[in-house]
Nanobody, 124 residues
Framework: VQLQASGGGLVQAGDSLRLPCTAS????????VAWFRQAPGKEREFVAT????????NYAASVKGRFTISRDNAKNTVYLQMNSLKPEDTAVYYC??????????????????WGKGTLVTVSS
């Protein structure tokens, strides 16, 4: 199973980006999906998560109110809409999937599949 995160780039503070995460498996639509990010010199951290049908979502406190996670199961895609970006949002963003469980605060070690990540750079 391959996950592919894309949509990263260089933006200015206050701008928006939307990151899609697509998967090769049809069963992707039945999995919980989460976004994590890793800034240079820091540990990977949780950003947002969504359950298989999109009825439950949760966010890290640092992005709540600015980021929105959603999914289109017909397209096998999960999105992370990032608004009002700040320089501290600069990181490599990864999407990950859990085949069995949805957690409000998933741990990176519990995820079953990972994408390669996409770099988001926010300049001040």
């Amino acid at each position: 199973v391959q996950l592919q995160a894309s949509g990263g780039g260089l933006v200015q503070a206050g701008d928006s980006l939307r990151l899609p995460c697509t998967a090769s498996a049809r069963t992707f639509s039945a999995w919980a999906v989460a976004w994590f990010r890793q800034a240079p010199g820091k540990e990977r951290e949780f950003v947002a998560t969504i359950n298989w049908i999109g009825s439950n979502t949760n966010y890290a406190a640092s992005v709540k109110g600015r980021f929105t996670i959603s999914r289109d199961n017909a397209k096998n895609t999960v999105y992370l809409q990032m608004n009002s970006l700040k320089p501290e949002d600069t990181a490599v963003y990864y999407c990950a999937a859990d085949r069995a469980y949805y957690s409000s605060y998933p741990r990176a070690g519990d995820m079953d599949y990972w994408g390669k990540g996409t770099l988001v750079t926010v300049s001040s």
